[in-house]
């Protein structure tokens, strides 16, 4: 079975494929191919993979290319991981909304919108790529903002393209581990919204809702990431546990502050990190394995670094550290490919499931996976206040994709001003002056 992960270069891939090298069964992945269009990230990334497969029997064949058509053809699966104007561009996504006083996190907020703006019609031309070279092939998004560039391609793969996410699952194990559940495959997480907005509302073991303990416990309450991020008392009041990006919409004020006052955004940080990580991986004496391991700690160690230092929530439990999302793309890839039955939380088209809107709209929630693809379990009206959100959110993400089909200027500064974290039309104005100044991935925008 054939593997293509696009944005093969990218410093997480090694992540994906250690989850491979676990998987022995009938059915698994054999050749992974990378594509990206830097040869040098290339040359680095696949060298960790050498040192990661040595001694492993059957170790999936790696192969590298810059041609993407090339990669696509004859391909199973294909992994999208893509940065649109590398990490330069998300510390320039950073710092432009900083400036006007608004959050620029490359998801959420302005900065999520330049990326989107920048990331969709590649997405869309990637799509339309996989229709006609790899028509069978399953689609496994990763890139951000992934619900919204799981919609743009969905418009032309349907239900073959997925979105997958970290941050839901990461939620579900911390939630049932303060519960002391024992095994957190064995609980059912009722979980709804958009990627990166989204509320945990139940935890059932054994038919039995333990969420109301949750928030009935001061003590069990403040022991985890949410917790510390967002307080007891706010998270009582909400009757639920939210994805910690939403601190960037309950908190967001302080959490702009912060930004601005640290020394480095972390668009900022992540670009020199990884700069000094590939650099080093020039020298062909680097033990590759281990430089990429020991730059991975800190990058996850110093993950929303600023959201926990304004919440006073410490550093990070040790249990968090070891990321998740190629675990989730893994169980997906291996539900599909081998009709392993599961339950995913995973971006996909609404079709009935939440009423407010409509059947296209990418949603996250909790789908029964097969070989047929991944099927949304419907679920409860979410409350007002979370309609609002998703709502507003989807509107600004269907502004988006509108403003990269047609090429409207006009359009894309409606995207910003309809933000609910944008707060003037004038503002949304400046951004998109701002963006289209320094991101030539916008020069289609007149």
């Not at 935890?203 to 022991?223: H, I, N, W």
């Not at 480095?264 to 020298?283: I, V």
Request: proline share 4%.
């Amino acid at each position: 079975m054939k593997l293509t992960i696009l944005g093969g270069g990218g410093f997480r891939v090694p992540l994906v494929y250690g989850a491979l090298l676990q998987d022995h069964a009938e059915g698994r992945v054999t050749h992974v191919v990378l594509h990206d269009l830097d040869a040098g990230r290339l040359s680095a990334v696949t060298r960790v993979l050498a040192e990661q497969a040595a001694g492993v029997p059957d170790a999936p064949e790696v192969s590298a290319t810059t041609d993407l058509d090339e990669a696509l053809r004859g391909a199973d699966f294909v992994f999208s991981a893509i940065r649109v104007g590398g990490l330069e561009g998300r510390a320039d996504d950073e710092r432009v909304a900083l400036a006007e006083g608004v959050l620029g996190q490359e998801t959420v907020g302005a900065g999520g919108i330049a990326y989107g703006l920048r990331t969709v019609p590649v997405a869309v031309d990637i799509a339309r790529r996989v229709a006609r070279l790899a028509p069978d092939a399953w689609v496994i998004n990763f890139t951000n903002p992934a619900g919204l560039v799981t919609e743009a391609m969905s418009r032309h793969l349907g239900d073959r393209v997925i979105g997958i996410c970290d941050s839901p699952v990461g939620l579900g194990r911390r939630i049932a581990r303060v519960l002391g559940v024992e095994n957190p495959a064995e609980a059912w997480i009722d979980y709804v919204g958009l990627n990166h907005l989204g509320w945990v509302r139940g935890l059932r073991v054994a038919g039995r809702d333990e969420l109301p303990r949750l928030l009935a416990d001061p003590d069990l309450l403040g022991s985890f990431e949410e917790g510390k991020l967002f307080g007891a008392d706010w998270l009582r009041s909400l009757g639920a546990i939210p994805n910690e990006y939403l601190h960037y919409y309950y908190f967001n004020r302080e959490a702009v502050r912060a930004y601005q006052q640290a020394e480095k955004t972390r668009g900022a940080f992540l670009h020199d990190q990884q700069a000094r990580f590939y650099a080093e991986m020039r020298n062909p004496d680097a033990p590759a394995l281990t430089v990429w391991d020991r730059t991975r700690a800190e990058r996850e160690a110093t993950y929303m670094a600023e959201n926990r230092e304004t919440a006073g929530a410490g550093e990070r439990d040790e249990d968090d550290l070891s990321g998740g999302y190629e675990k989730v793309a893994l169980a997906l890839m291996r539900a599909i490919a081998r009709d392993e039955r599961t339950t995913l939380i995973l971006n996909v088209r609404n079709q009935r499931t939440l009423s407010v809107l409509d059947t296209d709209a990418v949603i996250e929630v909790p789908c029964l996976v097969d070989a047929n693809g991944a099927h949304p379990v419907a679920v409860d009206p979410l409350p007002d206040h979370a309609t609002g959100l998703v709502c507003a959110v989807k509107a600004v993400e269907r502004e988006v994709l509108a403003a990269a089909d047609s090429g409207s200027l006009t359009t894309a500064v409606k995207a910003f001003a309809l933000h609910p974290l944008v707060d003037s039309v004038n503002v949304a104005r400046r951004l998109v002056e701002g963006y289209t100044e320094v991101h030539p991935g916008l020069a289609y925008l007149r």
